[in-house]
């Protein structure tokens, strides 16, 4: 088993405002991904749109989600080992918008309207159209500030549209390549 260690802080250290924090990293473009599970309890399928999407590992294959913590995808996955990753294509603005709005409509209704299958691995839903798909069993669970860390085991890995183009999230809006 392997343990955290958080970095000891003096408790005078400075830090960054969320304001300065949130303005700095609106610098760094990511790609927007959505990330679905299919909750076993009550048989709803769950999604969320994510920019912290990333790989870890070649060998084994492993990626991490961050989940806000105490949101409807914590809670869910807390009880779900399996999830998906869909990573989104420039023409699924829409889409990333939708699962990413606060007191938005049930995902029931979200889910009804996107194209989409289930993963075989999952069971959790993949989205037509998405540059790649990604179905993952968690192995981890990390703690980090109002987050939690998931690092997920890859189980597959798909490429459906290998010339397609990524959406991306730079300086608080939707942007494409080029």
């Not at 049930?106 to 009804?112: N, P, Q, V």
Request: charged share 25%.
């Amino acid at each position: 088993m392997r343990y955290v260690y958080p970095s000891p802080q003096p408790e005078a250290a400075p830090r960054a405002t969320p304001d300065e924090f949130r303005a700095a990293l609106s610098q760094l473009a990511a790609g927007v991904s959505l990330v679905t599970v299919h909750d076993e309890e009550d048989g709803e399928d769950v999604g969320m749109t994510a920019t912290s999407f990333l790989s870890v590992s070649l060998d084994p294959p492993l990626v991490l989600i961050s989940v806000r913590e105490d949101s409807r995808m914590d809670e869910v996955l807390s009880r779900n080992d399996t999830w998906a990753v869909s990573v989104l294509a420039e023409g699924q603005k829409t889409l990333g918008s939708r699962f990413a709005m606060k007191g938005r409509l049930s995902d029931r209704l979200l889910f009804a309207e996107t194209p989409h299958r289930r993963g075989a691995h999952t069971g959790a839903p993949l989205v037509e159209g998405a540059l790649a798909t990604v179905e993952c069993r968690t192995e981890q669970r990390i703690p980090a500030g109002d987050h939690l860390l998931l690092v997920g085991r890859v189980l597959e890995a798909t490429v459906p549209a290998p010339g397609g183009r990524p959406l991306l999230y730079f300086r608080g809006g939707y942007r494409t390549l080029g």
